[in-house]
């Protein structure tokens, strides 16, 4: 698998957004010196205030591979963080960031792979699983998918529309909800945290060799991590991506 190489920090300007949930907002940058990245890569945005003080955060790419010099991410509004307020509540269209990027290789997800893959996703630990959902879409992948995704409520449901789409198009993908916090009435989904009797009835037995990619709070990552071991999948076969409280990547 060949990685796109890291750049240097370049100009990117926003031109699209799209509103995911209440504290939650999809954007669009284009930028000219974008090399490509890989499904589930990230990268660096820096933001300099007028009295060049300068802040810096990482956030996972949604957009899938093989998009051009588009580049969307999606992010969650932390109420103090220095950097998500601003992306979500104040940058408008035609507004210039600076990125850096793409940066990772090892949790990424080749779509050339015919292996069974399944993902396992904590609130908006989803977007990187979703790139990896987007990119198999579009290179007609046919290798079995499955996306156990867990949300407080159902209003926080991240890219709900769309994965709701790509599950009716019966491909290979299979989609299941769970939620922490209460249901509404009619839900038809999963109503507990992610348990190891959840992961064996709802994800790939350790037989069929899937690859495994779980991303959220360190805490969720560590728990899932562990049961899948548990469960009798190779500790090589599991990728994990982690946030702490602030967003931030680790």
Not at 92 to 107: C, K, N, S, V
């Given at each position: 698998?060949?990685?796109?190489?890291?750049?240097d920090w370049?100009?990117?300007?926003?031109?699209?957004?799209?509103?995911?949930?209440?504290?939650?907002?999809?954007?669009?940058?284009?930028?000219?010196?974008?090399?490509?990245?890989?499904?589930?890569?990230?990268?660096?945005?820096?933001?300099?205030?007028?009295?060049?003080?300068?802040?810096?955060?990482?956030?996972?790419?949604a957009?899938?591979?093989?998009?051009?010099?588009?580049?969307?991410l999606?992010?969650?509004r932390?109420?103090?963080?220095e950097?998500?307020?601003?992306l979500?509540?104040?940058?408008?269209?035609?507004?210039?960031?600076?990125?850096?990027?793409?940066?990772?290789?090892?949790?990424?997800?080749?779509?050339?792979?015919?292996?069974?893959?399944?993902?396992?996703?904590?609130?908006?630990?989803?977007?990187?699983?979703?790139?990896?959902?987007?990119?198999?879409?579009?290179?007609?992948?046919?290798?079995?998918?499955?996306?156990?995704?867990s949300?407080?409520?159902?209003?926080?449901?991240?890219?709900?529309?769309?994965?709701?789409?790509?599950?009716?198009?019966?491909?290979?993908?299979?989609?299941?909800?769970?939620?922490?916090?209460?249901?509404?009435?009619?839900?038809?989904?999963?109503?507990?945290r992610?348990?190891?009797?959840?992961?064996?009835?709802?994800?790939f037995?350790?037989?069929?060799?899937?690859?495994?990619?779980?991303?959220?709070?360190?805490?969720?990552?560590?728990t899932?991590?562990?049961?899948?071991?548990?469960?009798?999948?190779?500790?090589?076969?599991?990728?994990?991506?982690?946030?702490?409280?602030?967003g931030?990547?680790?």
């Open positions: 698998m060949d990685f796109p190489p890291r750049r370049q100009v990117a300007t926003a031109t699209l957004f799209r509103q995911e949930t209440a504290r939650v907002r999809s954007i669009t940058f284009e930028t000219t010196a974008w090399a490509g990245h890989m499904a589930g890569q990230h990268v660096d945005i820096r933001l300099t205030a007028d009295d060049g003080y300068q802040a810096e955060r990482s956030y996972s790419i957009s899938p591979a093989g998009c051009g010099p588009r580049v969307e999606t992010v969650e932390i109420s103090d963080g950097v998500s307020p601003f979500t509540e104040e940058l408008r269209a035609g507004d210039a960031i600076e990125l850096r990027g793409p940066i990772g290789g090892y949790f990424a997800w080749d779509p050339g792979v015919s292996s069974p893959v399944m993902l396992i996703g904590g609130g908006s630990g989803v977007v990187p699983l979703m790139s990896m959902l987007r990119t198999r879409y579009q290179a007609g992948s046919k290798a079995p998918a499955k996306l156990l995704y949300s407080r409520s159902a209003e926080e449901i991240i890219y709900r529309d769309e994965l709701e789409r790509l599950a009716a198009i019966r491909d290979g993908f299979s989609l299941v909800h769970t939620l922490t916090r209460g249901a509404p009435a009619g839900w038809k989904g999963q109503t507990r992610v348990d190891r009797d959840m992961l064996a009835q709802c994800g037995q350790s037989e069929e060799k899937p690859q495994i990619f779980v991303c959220g709070p360190t805490s969720f990552v560590e899932v991590a562990d049961q899948l071991v548990g469960l009798g999948h190779a500790e090589s076969a599991i990728k994990t991506e982690r946030f702490g409280p602030t931030d990547k680790r």
